[in-house]
């Protein structure tokens, strides 16, 4: 899995069963390889570069998971023991509006210079289906995380997923930008991310740029609804940049931000399905910035939820271990996105899959 804030390509060796009809699953092994400069540059120029520069990238990017996945197998000694693999590549465009979603890393060169089959491309059906491509983890947290009614993942951006009930049974949208605009924040501080939170709490809400922010056309649509890349590059940072304020305010102005845009659309979700909470309902929080106390903390108190932020390892690698599942699902030829999240016209058995 290769993440919107490109900190890294999430590798997980994972191992799936079910049992009296239940999926399982056990993580036995995990790494994060940090991109170096040249490929965070790389990726990051793509949106604008040339046609011949995106392929050319999809194809180098391909042989370096596959390089990447390599080393994985030899320092794990897991040779012999992997079925398939499932990548999720990066992406670089996402308009559904425009029936297209580009993710890049070739699955056709990572299945030759592994020499196991890779599914890829998990995206792109249920576009040309009608639907948002994405969220496309949904279809883990209805048959591995069961037991959690809301499941938010706080990575580049915030997204959630609400187990309804009939008939639509599980729902799923994108919230916001999350940590895109934050660790751009942080670096402006000379910091890689905003650690806990700690640099906003140093600050003060903006009263007038969070109401700027909280009144983006975006948050008025209806889900199913998904975010480009480009909504924080093009849209929030240059906001943010109108404001003559400190960047610890703007930290803590974001970070509130995102704290009542999950409160505000947890309330939508109950509304629009007619949902009754139980007392004990629990949201499951991972992505990094489930990391970020003070931001975990503002979303506890602005949503009355309790959030569960569980061990590190499933905080860091969900969404790999979901991808994963996708992968198997796909071989298995059994639905792995679904329309109730997407709005496509159908559920689908995604993924394109590359044999050696």
Known sequence: ????????????????GIENG?????VLHTDVVVYPDEWIQEIKSLPVSSAMSLWQSHTSLGHYFAEQVNAFIARHNLQGKVDL????????????DKKMTTQI??????AAVTDLPVVCDFRSGDIADGGQGTPIVPIGDRLLFADYRFCLNIGGIANISCKTGAPKEIVAFDICAANQVLNSLANRLGNEYDAGGELAKQGAVHEPLLQRLNELDFYGYSYPKSLDNGFSRELILPLMEGFDISINDKLRTYTEHIAVQVA??????????????????KMLAT???????????RIKLLAGIEVVVPAEELVKFKEAIVVALMGVLRLRNEVNV???VTGAKKDSVAGAVYRP
Request: include cysteine.
């Open 85 to 96: 693999i499932a990548s999720h590549g990066h992406t670089i465009f996402h308009f559904p």
């Open 22 to 26: 239940q999926w399982t699953f056990e």
């Open 105 to 110: 890393g070739d699955g056709s060169a990572i």
């Open 287 to 297: 992505g990094g910035g489930a990391f970020n106390t003070f931001l975990i903390e």
């Open 1 to 16: 899995m290769s993440g919107s804030s490109l900190d890294g390509l999430d590798i997980a060796y994972c191992e799936f």
């Open 338 to 340: 679904l329309k109730s």
């Open 264 to 281: 505000v659309h947890i309330k939508t979700i109950a509304a629009k399905e007619q949902l009754r909470f139980r007392p004990d309902e």
